[in-house]
């Protein structure tokens, strides 16, 4: 299996792992060093705070992707598979334009985070680095919209039934 293809199908799992093993270690150590030495430090809320965020934004993309965001399909069931697909074309491109308008003003708060120099107050570390989080999410949704819509656009051509995501309940 090329590098590629293990990107593309894994990208946002080993990323939510990564921020959510930082969150839950970091954490940890914080709650044993308030109990048992009555001291606890700024950086460490910090790194939770902005793994969570990341959590939230990277894991967002995941659900465009896999399709597990919240969504009412209670007419779906009673379309064929040529209407179904052009109803998720007609939302993947809604969310591609709110998406694409989301990356616009998010990248201008981080280009005024940059261009002031602003850093976070525990770890002395530039803003950048955790404002990024938006816009990374956003292009990773923009990525995985397209793909979507490149599916949705193959399964209305052809006729065959398209890709609705794995049911959490039937």
Request: without cysteine.
């Amino acid at each position: 299996m090329n590098l590629l293809h293990r990107l593309n199908r894994d990208a946002e799992r080993w990323a939510l792992l990564l921020f959510y093993v930082m969150l839950v270690l970091t954490m940890a150590v914080e709650v044993l060093r308030r109990e048992i030495f009555s001291y606890s430090s700024i950086w460490g809320e910090e790194i939770v705070r902005y793994s969570f965020i990341y959590l939230a934004w990277i894991g967002a993309a995941a659900a465009v992707k896999d399709r597990a965001h919240i969504r009412i399909d209670v007419i779906m069931h009673y379309l064929g598979p040529r209407p179904k697909a052009l109803l998720y074309i007609f939302g993947d491109l809604v969310m591609f334009g709110v998406a694409v308008i989301a990356l616009y003003w998010s990248w201008e708060t981080v280009y005024v985070s940059w261009k002031f120099g602003s850093v976070s107050h525990g770890l002395r570390v530039s803003m950048v680095w955790f404002l990024m989080a938006v816009p990374i999410g956003f292009a990773l949704m923009i990525l995985r919209l397209t793909q979507s819509f490149l599916h949705d656009l193959r399964s209305f051509r052809d006729g065959t039934p398209v890709y609705e995501g794995d049911k959490l309940f039937d």
